[in-house]
């Protein structure tokens, strides 16, 4: 019986307006070069399984400072190799400094399937928590975006000193929620930090894959709408 659903925030509940395509795309037009919307999303995408996974082998907020400039100049670089521009050390600096002031800019907007997802969630009378590795403050968004009144509790990693895909992020949020691993789901849309992040701790995952960039995973439930998470809570409960 599924009696928690826990969720991640970042492109899962919410995501940034402009959006990262844009952004990233207006720095590198700033610097000389237009890049196709689709190479730009593809470019992101692997980026950021790059990303991903130097957090699973490593947290990275637990790093020193150079060391994370490490792993951010590499974002860029792949992000480079992507869209086909050839990639040299002063166009990485250049471009990691503009795209970090653009994100100054951002804000946190909804998808259109949150709430009716978050809705039928409460129909269903389960707890819902978040799980996030964002180091800022979810709760303020939460109001602001009006979803505040369908969560139970928000855990980050701030909060934890630990971060997906680690167990601690996971297992306090079961203890927040009070039930057993096989009693919870976690939604997110990272393979690693989500899916692979879930499971090592007993919750049932389900991926959240709207732009089908994961069409090879096949061990885990793979949702392209928030919505379609209903489906699950009744399957895992069954």
Same mark, same amino acid.
């Given at each position: 019986?599924?009696?928690?659903?826990?969720? /991640?925030?970042?492109?899962?509940?919410?995501?940034?307006?402009?959006?990262?395509?844009?952004?990233?795309?207006?720095?590198?037009? $700033?610097?000389?070069?237009?890049?196709?919307?689709?190479?730009?999303?593809?470019?992101?995408?692997?980026?950021?399984?790059?990303?991903?996974?130097? @957090?699973?082998?490593? =947290?990275?907020?637990?790093?020193?400072?150079?060391?994370?400039?490490? &792993?951010?100049?590499?974002?860029? @670089?792949?992000?480079? @190799?992507?869209?086909?521009?050839? +990639?040299? /050390?002063? *166009? &990485?600096?250049?471009? *990691?400094?503009?795209?970090?002031?653009? #994100?100054?800019?951002?804000?946190?907007?909804?998808?259109?399937?949150?709430? =009716?997802?978050? $809705?039928?969630?409460?129909?269903?009378?389960?707890?819902?928590?978040?799980?996030?590795?964002?180091?800022?403050?979810?709760?303020?968004?939460?109001?602001?975006?009006?979803?505040?009144?369908? &969560?139970?509790?928000? &855990?980050?990693?701030? $909060?934890?000193?630990?971060?997906?895909?680690?167990? =601690?992020?996971?297992?306090?949020?079961?203890?927040?929620?009070?039930?057993?691993? #096989?009693?919870?789901?976690?939604?997110?849309?990272?393979?690693?930090?989500?899916?692979?992040?879930?499971? #090592? +701790?007993?919750?049932?995952?389900?991926?959240?894959?709207?732009?089908? +960039?994961?069409?090879?995973?096949?061990?885990?439930?793979?949702?392209?709408? *928030?919505?379609?998470?209903?489906?699950?809570?009744?399957?895992?409960?069954?």
């Amino acid at each position: 019986m599924i009696k928690a659903i826990f969720f /991640d925030w970042f492109n899962t509940l919410a995501h940034y307006s402009p959006s990262r395509e844009q952004l990233e795309s207006q720095a590198l037009k $700033e610097l000389g070069f237009f890049i196709d919307p689709e190479v730009m999303r593809q470019a992101l995408y692997l980026a950021d399984k790059g990303y991903y996974e130097e @957090q699973a082998r490593f =947290p990275i907020g637990h790093r020193s400072s150079a060391e994370q400039l490490k &792993v951010h100049i590499k974002y860029q @670089q792949t992000v480079l @190799q992507a869209c086909h521009i050839p +990639v040299d /050390d002063a *166009l &990485v600096i250049k471009l *990691l400094k503009r795209s970090r002031e653009l #994100n100054d800019t951002i804000k946190f907007v909804l998808y259109d399937d949150v709430i =009716p997802a978050l $809705e039928a969630t409460k129909k269903r009378k389960v707890i819902v928590g978040i799980i996030s590795n964002l180091q800022t403050g979810i709760n303020s968004m939460m109001l602001e975006l009006g979803i505040a009144d369908f &969560v139970d509790f928000t &855990v980050t990693s701030i $909060e934890v000193g630990s971060e997906k895909p680690l167990p =601690p992020i996971f297992l306090k949020a079961l203890s927040r929620a009070g039930v057993e691993p #096989n009693e919870a789901i976690h939604v997110g849309d990272q393979y690693q930090n989500d899916v692979v992040g879930a499971r #090592n +701790v007993g919750i049932n995952p389900v991926l959240l894959d709207r732009d089908n +960039v994961y069409p090879e995973i096949k061990d885990c439930p793979r949702i392209r709408k *928030l919505t379609e998470i209903d489906e699950y809570i009744t399957e895992y409960s069954g």
